[in-house]
Every structure is written in C-alpha cells, then in structure tokens.
C-alpha cells in the first residue's frame, strides 16, 4: 500500500497479517527495497522521516539497504570480536580449565571435590545458588589477573604474582598457586589457546619440608578412644584409616560394592585411588566387624553418605571434634598438631616396627614410590596378597593392645614369627 504524500514509501502487508514500512528506490539501475521496520511500532510519521532520508541517500547515489545490511555485519563482525575477546580473559579461561578439566579428572579418579582447593586458590568455587556452577570467590589470582587477556600475561607476571603471595608471609601457598597456575597454562598450551606456558622454567618461591609427623602409640589410642566418641560417620571413618592405612577420601567413598566379605578384603578400581591403580586391602577381623555395623544409602549404598549421592566430604568440623574429645582424655592437655594423613604414616611406622618388611608395607599403602618405583614396578607383578593380611592383621591386633593397654602375646612381627 503505497503512502499518498510521499512517493516511494509503502506499508508492506505480510500473509501472517504482520505489516511493516519499506522504501523503494533504484540504485545503479536497478530497483532496490530498503525495510524500515514494522508497524505500528513505527509511526506513518516515524516512517515519512525515515524515508525521505533513505530517498535522499538514494538520490545521492548511496545504496541505503546495501548500507544497513552491511552495517549488520559489521555489528556481527564486532559481537564475534567481543566473544572471543571474553572468552581468552584470563577469569573465563580459569572457569573453563575448571569445568573441562579439573572437575572431569577429579571425578574420573573417584574424588569428585578435588578440583576444589585449586579453584579455590585461582578464585573459584561452587556457586550455593546454583550447583554445577562456579562463581568467584577472592583466591589470589584471578583477582590479580582479572580483565586481561590470558596470552597477555608473561613470566613476569607470573612471578610477580608468586612474589606478591610470599611478601605477605604465605611461601607455601605461593608454591600451591604456582602449581595450580601452572596446571591451568599447561592445559591452555594443549588447546592452543597459548602457544607456551609462562610458568615454563619458574621454580616453587619456597622448600618444603615433608610432613614426618607419626603418632606415638599414647596419642594413636587418644585418638581412636576420640573417633570412638564421635557418631557416623567420621568416627568409623578414622578408626578404619588406622586400621587400613588408606587415604580419607578412599575410606569415605567405600561402598557396598567393594567389600567382598568372602575374600576378607576391600576392593577399589583404579579410578577410586590416588595413583589410579587398583588396590585391593585385605580386611582384619577388626575391620570386617566395623563395617559390617555401617549403613549402605543410596543407590550405590555408601557406607558414608549424607545424601545417598555422593560420599561425605568435609573433614574439617569432625576433626575439630576429635582434637577437642582426645584433649579431654588427656587431661585437658593438647597433643602435638597432627592431620588425618599423619595416620598412614603412623601406619606405616608402626607396621616396621612390628617387623614387617618395607615392600609389604608400600603395597599396603599402595605406594609405587621406593621399592616399586620405575622399571621394578614393570616387572614386579607379585600380588602380596598373603604379607598383606598378615601385615594388617598384626597391626589390628597391635592397635587394639594399644587401645586396651595390654600388649597381646600373639602380636609379633613378622621377622619374629619366621
């Protein structure tokens, strides 16, 4: 429907009803349509302006359709550059080195919350609001990084950043955030989303001493008297750490599944351990007793869990209880500071001292350092199934003496018994 008052301009009636303004003109020859947009969002009033500018761009010898869908482009063109240009800042790189790489390797190794303390130093953690989604949270660099491309960012920077951890009195935390950074540029390289890694050829700002903490016998049947106190599920958690000698994270995570009441033993796959082998623990007749008082939840019949998703997770809170209740049963008088992974440790200097040899008692930890380590652990493929059992049945009967305080006349090494 052409306008009366002004020649070129006509209200455009689609089959779906909708009606929308357009000018008609030629360019070069030939005929050209320029929409100026729908109505009657736009005014007959609206549209004779529009018009009668679009006409005199025409008559001027501009093309004013080729000039707003090339204007359209551009605005698409200019869109792209800002994705890409937020995608390759540093913040947006770190939520996804997070989501596609740390969270899948943490849950393909069976400890689905490991990602959590390198998110939490690069600036990350799990948003409360929303689960499975990340929001920041302070940490020491993305904060430091934050608005900058991420192929911008240098040796320098790098070090700079580690400097500015170790002036305020943090060493140790410096050498976590340069391993975190590094994971993180070390993926990036592999994408190709930097050619090289900055943290090529920096060294950690700070020497680590190994923790060397054992507990003494006094202090480990302190403690098992205060895991005794504690309900379900950290109080069967730590007492089955000394009995076993396994991680925290591999006792939470036990399930039904796992345990093969026939075999006297306790099975995890290679996604469920720390060096990603399987390992298989032979059970005391402690242990199996312990177990079998624990409930099985959920689908997958945890034996520790809250929700029947997932096994429990945060250690903090109980071992806060258990340092208060071993204080109270010592008189009110703390012992040395010490961590739950000072148990396998304590495991392990305790199953010497009862004789036994050091290659058992790397396979009962599973450890590949040492004994097994490099081209003996290719060859090496003998099970130690029975030095095991023996191992942690002597250190069952060893820890319960400890706890009763009678030494039991059948708990000897195992150098002595040959």
């Not at 934050?146 to 920077?157: F, V, Y």
């Amino acid at each position: 429907m052409p306008d009366g008052l002004l020649v070129g301009l006509y209200l455009v009636r689609q089959p779906s009803k909708a009606m929308s303004w357009a000018v008609r003109y030629r360019h070069a020859g030939r005929p050209r349509k320029l929409t100026l947009g729908a109505y009657p969002a736009i005014t007959l009033e609206a549209a004779r302006d529009l018009g009668s500018k679009a006409l005199r761009a025409a008559a001027g010898g501009r093309d004013p359709a080729q000039e707003k869908q090339s204007a359209k482009v551009e605005e698409k063109r200019r869109a792209a550059e800002e994705v890409w240009a937020q995608r390759d800042l540093f913040e947006n790189v770190a939520r996804e080195f997070i989501e596609r790489y740390a969270k899948p390797r943490a849950a393909n190794k069976g400890r689905p919350d490991a990602w959590v303390e390198t998110g939490r130093i690069l600036g990350l953690k799990p948003d409360p609001a929303n689960p499975g989604k990340l929001t920041e949270s302070g940490g020491d660099v993305i904060p430091r990084w934050r608005g900058r491309k991420i192929q911008e960012i240098a040796k320098r920077d790098v070090i700079a950043l580690l400097d500015e951890i170790q002036d305020r009195g943090a060493p140790i935390m410096a050498n976590r955030a340069l391993a975190a950074v590094r994971k993180l540029f070390n993926w990036a390289a592999s994408r190709d989303i930097v050619s090289a890694s900055p943290c090529a050829g920096v060294t950690p700002p700070a020497a680590e001493k190994s923790r060397d903490r054992v507990l003494t016998d006094d202090e480990l049947r302190l403690v098992w008297l205060a895991a005794e106190a504690e309900p379900w599920p950290y109080g069967p958690i730590v007492k089955l750490m000394i009995l076993t000698g396994q991680r925290e994270a591999e006792v939470a995570g036990m399930f039904e599944a796992e345990i093969k009441t026939d075999k006297r033993a306790w099975s995890m796959e290679g996604g469920r351990t720390k060096n990603g082998e399987a390992h298989e623990v032979p059970l005391s007749a402690s242990a199996l007793a312990l177990l079998a008082a624990q409930p099985r939840i959920g689908r997958k019949r945890f034996l520790f869990s809250s929700d029947g998703e997932s096994p429990v997770k945060s250690f903090s809170r109980a071992k806060d209880r258990i340092d208060e209740a071993v204080q109270k049963l010592n008189g009110d008088k703390p012992i040395p500071k010490w961590v739950f992974h000072d148990l396998r440790r304590t495991v392990a200097s305790g199953m010497a001292g009862l004789g036994i040899q050091l290659p058992v008692i790397e396979k009962v930890l599973n450890h590949k350092s040492g004994t097994f380590r490099g081209i003996v652990g290719v060859y090496q493929r003998h099970s130690f199934a029975e030095e095991k059992r023996s191992a942690l049945d002597a250190w069952a009967k060893h820890v319960l003496s400890i706890v009763s305080g009678k030494r039991a006349s059948n708990v000897i090494g195992i150098r002595e018994a040959k």
